[in-house]
């Protein structure tokens, strides 16, 4: 038997065929939903990337205990438990993050792997001198990778060069060279369609409009500022993307076909979150709450001993079910610690009551199908929260000294085997507080437009989170920054919605056009490090936002405009005070 897992990066579901999209080009999905089960209701857990990988490789939920983090000493990997048991698992990918101090121990669990270049600001190409860029580019948080980011894409002239294109070659290949052999496992994982939506013309054409303005096919994540024109062409970027996405899948079919390899192999089809394109006044993903656009995921499944083909599965499924179904196909019994279940492909049998998802330090939710929970933090300091970890590195660098200075050895978990863990105060660069608590009942609402406030289903949801959050036995920590009970059931003095209605409301409301400002010289538009550099425009500033003139951010914030900096912030960033700043600064 053999195993062909497809994953790509921020894919959305709700942009796709086999999932009601009709203007999409994506006809390889279409075609896949009538070789395979597809899933319609299947949700996400630890995010984002490297969170959701490590859920792939244990099947339970890790986000409780930690953020962004390579495979932890006691981790089980399923790759790796394949391997030991005589399956070849092999890894073709485009992911840079697997190759950053964040995500270093991942590839390393297959039996082979191949990496290319290129993707996102990849640290590839060394170009001393500036590349060429946008004059104009709607971007405005342009770190080091945005640069880098235009350096590699001069290395991808055409689409058969392109990162993505590579990888599934490489797939491809390890598929024709090991046709005839048994038990294996390819990965074929390509980033795209993530940001930047960097795409060849070709797949552009298949969505032609008239657009005439700035660059713009890397929104940072933030509250929509743009036009609607500007919206509408970045989401048709992203379209032309996804269409690329969909022809290396057809590539993957098609050999299938070729080598008639249905009768053997197993086919999965996945990925890791979805990303806002403005649906909700928002982009992208990790800043505001955890919306069904970034968490109901697409997922297609080909099991050759059931044949199952052409129909939809409704299970309650989550991404911690991949490692046992891929486990329970090759014979590998599962560890103890995990928490996912072999995917109901045959039958829809229901495999869990409710599903758990969220990100380290953000809303802790669950959805039963139904409803969906958001838990906020109960007090705006968003505290107590704490990092476990024995390997303390983040995305793209390693803990500080200055965070391990107060570290302190926890307690064992009962998924560390008897080993205590490093704990070190955890951080969130947003804080989740000020959006409140929501609930929403998917079946009158299944755009999550208008929260709702239900005393009783609230406390049911509660008392649901509660039990998986002491299945994945949370630290205490976490039950104390959500204000719910460490033993015996939530009642209603923990009930949070009707208490955190009103900055939930106002989180909720979409931040003002940049337009309906007034403007003259100096605007909200105009770049902060421009305003600081200006005598009377930095006494402006000082009066009404007096920290951010002296922040340690300025380097980073420094390109970025008063209106993306308040989009970013969500509506802990007063949108009066950005009425006075935006009419004072127009009046010099």
Not at 315 to 325: F, S
Request: hydrophobic share 35%; glycine share 6%.
């Amino acid at each position: 038997m053999k195993a062909i897992m497809v994953m790509f990066d921020s894919l959305n579901r709700h942009m796709l065929p086999p999932y009601g999209c009709d203007w999409t080009h994506a006809p390889n999905f279409a075609r896949l939903a009538e070789r395979s089960a597809t899933f319609d209701n299947c949700y996400a857990g630890s995010m984002p990337c490297m969170p959701a990988r490590r859920e792939i490789h244990t099947g339970r939920h890790n986000f409780l205990h930690r953020s962004w983090g390579p495979l932890e000493p006691f981790d089980d990997s399923m790759p790796e438990l394949l391997k030991r048991k005589g399956v070849h698992t092999h890894l073709a990918s485009d992911h840079p993050h697997y190759w950053e101090d964040g995500g270093a121990t991942y590839h390393n669990r297959y039996s082979t792997w191949e990496f290319f270049r290129g993707q996102e600001g990849d640290a590839w190409k060394g170009h001393v001198g500036e590349p060429p860029m946008p004059v104009a580019d709607l971007k405005q948080v342009r770190l080091e990778v945005y640069r880098q980011d235009w350096v590699n894409r001069q290395y991808m002239p055409t689409e058969d060069r392109h990162c993505q294109t590579l990888t599934f070659d490489a797939g491809l290949e390890f598929m024709r060279t090991n046709g005839a052999e048994d038990r294996w496992f390819l990965q074929i994982e390509t980033f795209d369609p993530h940001e930047p939506f960097f795409s060849h013309q070709h797949y552009k054409d298949l969505y032609p409009h008239d657009y005439d303005g700035p660059h713009f096919d890397w929104p940072d994540y933030r509250q929509v500022t743009e036009t609607d024109d500007q919206v509408r062409h970045a989401r048709l970027e992203y379209a032309a993307l996804l269409s690329m996405c969909d022809r290396s899948l057809g590539r993957v079919m098609d050999l299938m076909d070729e080598q008639d390899m249905w009768q053997d192999t197993m086919l999965i089809v996945c990925t890791d979150h979805g990303l806002l394109l403005g649906e909700k006044s928002w982009w992208g993903k990790s800043v505001q709450p955890w919306y069904n656009e970034l968490v109901h995921l697409p997922l297609f499944v080909w099991d050759p001993r059931t044949g199952t083909a052409g129909e939809r599965r409704d299970a309650l499924v989550q991404t911690v079910d991949l490692a046992p179904t891929l486990l329970e196909f090759f014979g590998v019994d599962r560890p103890a610690d995990m928490q996912g279940h072999p995917l109901p492909i045959a039958d829809d049998r229901p495999v869990r009551e409710a599903g758990l998802f969220g990100i380290h330090g953000g809303h802790v939710n669950v959805t039963d199908g139904r409803y969906v929970y958001m838990r906020a933090p109960a007090s705006p300091d968003n505290t107590p929260l704490y990092e476990h970890t024995l390997m303390p590195t983040h995305m793209r660098g390693r803990f500080t000294p200055d965070e391990l200075a107060d570290m302190e050895l926890a307690d064992p978990f009962s998924f560390t085997k008897g080993v205590r863990t490093v704990r070190v105060a955890g951080r969130t660069y947003f804080n989740p507080h000020h959006f409140g608590t929501l609930l929403f009942d998917l079946q009158t609402d299944p755009e999550q437009a208008d929260p709702i406030v239900d005393d009783a289903q609230e406390l049911r949801m509660a008392n649901l989170l509660l039990g998986l959050m002491r299945d994945c036995d949370a630290p205490v920590s976490q039950y104390e920054r959500l204000g719910l009970p460490i033993e015996g059931p939530a009642t209603e003095e923990h009930l949070l919605v009707r208490a955190q209605r009103i900055q939930a409301e106002a989180a909720r409301e979409p931040l003002p056009r940049p337009e309906d400002y007034p403007s003259g010289h100096f605007s909200l538009r105009t770049p902060i490090a421009v305003l600081l550099g200006d005598p009377k425009a930095v006494e402006v500033i000082r009066t009404h936002m007096p920290t951010l003139v002296d922040t340690e951010l300025l380097q980073i914030i420094g390109s970025t405009s008063l209106i993306s900096l308040a989009a970013m912030s969500g509506s802990s960033f007063p949108k009066d005070t950005l009425r006075i700043l935006a009419e004072e600064l127009a009046a010099l």
